[in-house]
């Protein structure tokens, strides 16, 4: 029965959504289970070899609101991801563009999966929103992310860094 409950505490943990609002910015993480992802690419015709992929990865949307009078920089070169102490490498989506090339992928699916990444870098406008998804190996472990955004026009303003520790990779229910 303990154990039961664990599992119950777990699987809500993994299905809340995780934000943080600071007077600059709010950030929403969602992570996404491996059928609520291999659907919605299935849906749009992705071959079998790349649902395969896909399926193995932890995807976690990311949806990033500028609430403040200025510009704010995404640059996820500068975020850092870790679990269980130790740092989880996010490919970056040429190393995906790469990987479906070499298997062949029709391009038009390799766009549409760029499509859904969240960019690499952009400029978040005062009152901008922008989001996507990003992907990193998966884990059962909690997962840590230290997001840093430059600001000002040409990045000459405060640094703004936001530390998650609670993200975790969604699993298909049992």
């Given amino acids: 029965m303990i154990n039961f409950a664990l599992i119950?505490?777990?699987?809500?943990?993994?299905?809340q959504p995780v934000a943080v609002k600071t007077a600059e910015l709010e950030m929403k993480f969602m992570a996404r289970t491996p059928d609520q992802m291999v659907s919605f690419y299935e849906a749009r015709g992705f071959p079998?070899?790349?649902?395969?992929?896909?399926?193995?990865?932890?995807?976690i949307t990311?949806?990033?609101?500028?609430?403040?009078?200025?510009?704010?920089?995404?640059?996820?070169?500068?975020?850092?991801?870790?679990?269980?102490?130790?740092?989880?490498?996010?490919e970056h989506r040429d190393?995906?563009?790469?990987?479906?090339?070499?298997?062949?992928?029709?391009?038009?699916?390799?766009?549409?999966?760029r499509w859904t990444l969240i960019?690499?870098?952009?400029?978040?406008?005062?009152?901008?929103?922008?989001?996507?998804?990003?992907?990193?190996?998966?884990?059962?472990?909690?997962?840590?992310v230290t997001a840093t955004f430059a600001t000002g026009e040409n990045k000459q303003g405060e640094k703004i860094s936001i530390t998650i520790d609670k993200l975790f990779c969604a699993e298909n229910p049992q």
Avoid at 70 to 76: A, G, N, V, Y
Avoid at 95 to 113: A, D, G, H
């Fill in 119 to 144: 960019p690499e870098t952009l400029d978040y406008l005062p009152g901008e929103h922008e989001g996507g998804n990003i992907v990193l190996p998966f884990t059962k472990e909690p997962i840590s």
């Fill in 62 to 90: 990311v949806g990033i609101q500028n609430n403040s009078d200025d510009k704010i920089w995404l640059d996820l070169s500068t975020w850092t991801f870790s679990s269980a102490g130790k740092p989880i490498k996010r």
């Fill in 48 to 59: 079998k070899a790349m649902l395969d992929v896909l399926k193995q990865q932890c995807f």
């Fill in 8 to 15: 119950l505490l777990a699987s809500a943990q993994i299905v």
């Fill in 95 to 113: 190393y995906w563009k790469k990987r479906w090339q070499e298997m062949n992928i029709p391009l038009s699916k390799q766009s549409t999966f």
